[in-house]
């Protein structure tokens, strides 16, 4: 068995999840690389929201008897352990959403019908990347279009890093939002994050980061990132579907409007106007994601107790493992940085002229589990001149077993088509 510096006690772990001992396809047991997409979920989250529908299930916030001030306490104990988990000043800068792409539409909206001096409008721009998930493309594409705003972006370099060589032209005067990702979510790279918050600081613009390929995987600091705005979601971070996260500069969160209406987030109504509540409940309208809040706190509290550092360094040694190995294949291409350093864990790849989708089918039938396609970030694919990516993706219960399964499967595809 091949031993790394740095690795987790994976035998202990896997056992917390019980999908990894899933056998498919006459008896293979599943290598699950597809942390990317999703993670899978521990015990204790499923044991979280089964005593949580079992025994608390009420609405929150509305009721006196003792279930409802039970399903209340556990909804924000929830937001409580988030806080903590991000270092967020204040517990009210959390706002649970159903998913990221629901806190990046949230903000692109705030912006759109915000009041000076943070309105989006025809006089101003909008900078992302070309490496964006689409969550975080076209929610911007659709405020520049409502608003008459420019979008802007900065390309990729060759090797899957930002091209900053011209950030002074690309975020100006005139910009009044940076958004972009921590970590891309197709080619694993880790953004400069300093170098891009300190130009939009400088002219004076609002910065937002796409985290949900960070949040997982390494410490999660928002006063230390000293950005505006930050989205993640749960269900890659072993928490369930269904919930997301934007934190929130208190300031802004207080002075920008809200996105959705309805119950929950009013003060007072009437038929001619109404008046709102305070941050986080102003931009949480309706029923919330409560039994999915639960989940996700309980996910809190299994990442803090193994450490977010200790998961990096694990990542670290396997995405380290996986490259060398992956590089050893005859005429397999990884999209992005072909180190380990300064990315996450996760590496897209070619392997010569067989698509994808085959690499993905064949891998399938021996039971290995990647995602295929463009993963959501097309712009990344067109920029690279490719029909797709194979991608591979490794968590916290990842092994170097997994790692060699993945070549050796490789090499099987290779062989299955010639």
Request: charged letters at 20%; hydrophobic letters at 40%.
């Amino acid at each position: 068995m091949t031993q790394l510096p740095g690795l987790l006690d994976t035998e202990a772990i896997r056992k917390d999840f019980p999908l990894l001992d899933r056998q498919v396809h006459d008896g293979k047991k599943v290598v699950y690389l597809d942390n990317a997409a999703t993670s899978q979920k521990p015990r204790q989250v499923l044991d979280a929201l089964n005593a949580y529908y079992e025994r608390h299930n009420a609405n929150v916030h509305r009721g006196v008897h003792v279930l409802a001030e039970e399903a209340t306490a556990l909804y924000e104990g929830a937001r409580d352990k988030v806080a903590a988990f991000i270092n967020a000043p204040s517990r009210d800068e959390v706002i649970f959403t159903k998913n990221a792409s629901e806190s990046l539409n949230l903000v692109a909206n705030m912006l759109g019908w915000a009041d000076e001096p943070y309105r989006v409008d025809h006089e101003t721009e909008i900078v992302i990347t070309e490496m964006e998930h689409h969550s975080n493309i076209v929610p911007w594409q659709l405020l520049a279009q409502r608003t008459g705003a420019k979008l802007k972006w900065f390309g990729i370099t060759d090797d899957g890093r930002l091209d900053l060589s011209d950030i002074d032209e690309i975020i100006t005067e005139k910009t009044k939002i940076v958004s972009f990702t921590l970590v891309s979510n197709i080619m694993g790279t880790v953004n400069p994050v300093e170098t891009i918050i300190r130009r939009a600081q400088e002219v004076g613009a609002l910065v937002c980061i796409d985290a949900s390929q960070a949040a997982p995987h390494m410490v999660l600091d928002v006063q230390a990132l000293q950005a505006d705005f930050v989205a993640f979601t749960g269900h890659k971070m072993c928490g369930p579907t269904g919930i997301g996260v934007l934190w929130g500069r208190q300031e802004l969160l207080e002075d920008l409007p809200p996105f959705l209406g309805g119950g929950e987030m009013i003060e007072t109504v009437s038929m001619h106007s109404s008046t709102y509540a305070p941050a986080p409940h102003k931009f949480e309208a309706g029923t919330p994601p409560i039994a999915q809040a639960v989940g996700l706190g309980a996910a809190v509290d299994y990442l803090t107790s193994i450490g977010m550092d200790n998961i990096a360094a694990h990542e670290h040694a396997i995405t380290e493992y996986a490259v060398k190995r992956l590089l050893e294949v005859p005429d397999l291409r990884i999209i992005g940085p072909s180190t380990a350093e300064d990315r996450g864990a996760t590496i897209s790849f070619t392997l010569g002229d067989i698509h994808p989708h085959d690499v993905g089918q064949v891998l399938d039938e021996q039971g290995i589990a990647v995602r295929v396609g463009h993963h959501c970030a097309r712009p990344v694919c067109l920029r690279y001149g490719i029909p797709a990516t194979t991608r591979a993706s490794f968590y916290l219960y990842s092994t170097p077993a997994e790692v060699d399964a993945l070549v050796e499967g490789l090499e099987h595809v290779r062989n299955f088509f010639g």
